[in-house]
């Protein structure tokens, strides 16, 4: 059988101020179509449907009518999704009862309630092209501080042990459904041990990235684990069938370099036939003047650089116009910066989203004064760091940060 992985789809997203919304659109629409053509059995959809946990009405709409044309163009497709530490987890579940009767199972998050009712939802048959059940999927959502088993101290540590023993729960189940000839699926939004993060763009989950998971988490007898949360596609531990899909589309401008795709996954059997690299046609590119990587330059050079940009063609759709980050290095502040930049950029394709001034009179190599993250680019925990460094010179103590990000969690649900 066949099935289809993404994840991090993040709808309702903006890249400083602008608006997603038409690339979502365009991404989706190609999914649609990449079901279709491909003849996908299952589309497993790894967490982060949304950016924000109360998204946009258009963010709902968009998500909805993705449903109902998945269901219309594609009858048989099964279809399972699972809740981000983005997502409401609440907002997700409170339609289960349409999604249902239309053959979609999300898993917002879990049930408080850890009885048989409860695992159910997590244990999802998916079927083949002949109808019949080819696979089961265990498919556990981002887990909170709140979701996991109390683990007494001497266990090691209490996250990373309360998370093994959720996804060991939810296996054992769906081990003792499957029947000879079934493959063992996984899913799950989470941080694991040796991958690579995009900082600007990835909020820290599970009391932190530093709580890495294990992939020893997932036993060998499991074929295909689809993993959602970190935006650059990669395998983890070297195995070939523990797999971040990444996100569709790059969400922060350090991403521009990401191979954003989907993967199509083959099964036979019990067995991991093949995994297949799709690429996502990116509808609007991201420009850096000068490249990453390349020596920085000063205003007079970034201004001629920028008027050698290709102009806008006639009739160019607005929001398939490239972004574009601007740095310049500067020996003192330059109150006229943004106009000369802009000046330099009128009758061009290309969209300023950002300008980042380096300075060179901090007494650093220049490699040395890279420009810090902006506020919006500062996750709470950045800035509880900060404060707390601000006030004590010991080390921030792991359990305090433990419990930081309980409270935000907290915040964080309550908000939504």
Same mark, same amino acid.
């Given at each position: ?21 038409? /690339? ?33 009405? +258009? ?101 990373? +042990? ?16 499957? /029947? ?187 490699? +040395? ?7 919006? /680019? ?23 940060? +433990? ?14």
């Amino acid at each position: 059988m066949r099935l289809l992985h993404t994840s991090d789809w993040h709808l309702g997203h903006s890249l400083y101020d602008t608006s997603r919304e038409a /690339e979502h659109a365009a991404f989706l629409a190609w999914l649609l179509d990449t079901l279709a053509a491909r003849e996908v059995d299952a589309l497993l959809v790894a967490g982060d449907i949304f950016d924000t946990s109360n998204p946009s009405a +258009e963010a709902q709409a968009a998500w909805y009518e993705f449903v109902a044309q998945a269901r219309q163009r594609c009858p048989t497709l099964d279809v399972v999704v699972i809740g981000g530490n983005h997502d409401s987890a609440a907002r997700l579940d409170a339609p289960d009862p349409l999604l249902t009767a239309l053959g979609v199972r999300v898993v917002g998050g879990l049930t408080r309630s850890r009885d048989d009712r409860g695992l159910e939802r997590l244990l999802v048959p998916l079927h083949d092209a002949r109808g019949q059940v080819g696979a089961w999927v265990a498919a556990v959502p981002y887990l909170r501080p709140a979701d996991l088993p109390f683990l007494p101290e001497e266990v090691g540590d209490r996250l990373i +042990e309360g998370v093994r023993a959720v996804y060991a729960e939810v296996l054992d189940g769906a081990r003792a459904r499957r /029947e000879p000839g079934q493959a063992l699926v996984a899913m799950g939004h989470c941080y694991m041990v040796g991958t690579e993060l995009s900082e600007l763009s990835e909020r820290r989950i599970l009391g932190g990235n530093q709580h890495a998971l294990p992939v020893e988490l997932f036993p060998e007898d499991v074929a295909y684990v689809a993993l959602g949360h970190l935006h650059k596609a990669q395998r983890v531990g070297g195995r070939e069938g523990v797999r971040y899909s990444g996100s569709p589309l790059p969400l922060s401008l350090s991403e521009a370099s990401y191979v954003h795709q989907v993967l199509l996954v083959e099964l036979e059997g019990e067995r991991l036939a093949s995994v297949e690299s799709v690429r996502v046609p990116r509808q609007a590119e991201i420009l850096r003047v000068p490249e990453r990587g390349a020596p920085a330059m000063d205003l007079a050079s970034v201004v001629k650089a920028l008027q050698a940009l290709p102009p806008a063609e006639a009739g160019m759709v607005e929001w398939k116009r490239p972004y574009l980050e601007v740095c310049v290095e500067l020996p003192k502040p330059e109150p006229a910066l943004r106009r000369q930049v802009e000046a330099a950029l009128e009758g061009k394709a290309a969209r300023l989203v950002k300008i980042t001034p380096q300075y060179t009179g901090t007494g650093l190599v220049l490699a +040395e004064s890279r420009p810090g993250p902006s506020l919006k /680019e500062r996750t709470p925990e950045d800035v509880f760091r900060a404060r707390y460094a601000q006030d004590y010179s010991e080390p921030l103590a792991p359990a305090l940060l +433990e419990a930081f990000h309980e409270l935000l969690t907290q915040v964080q649900e309550e908000a939504s």
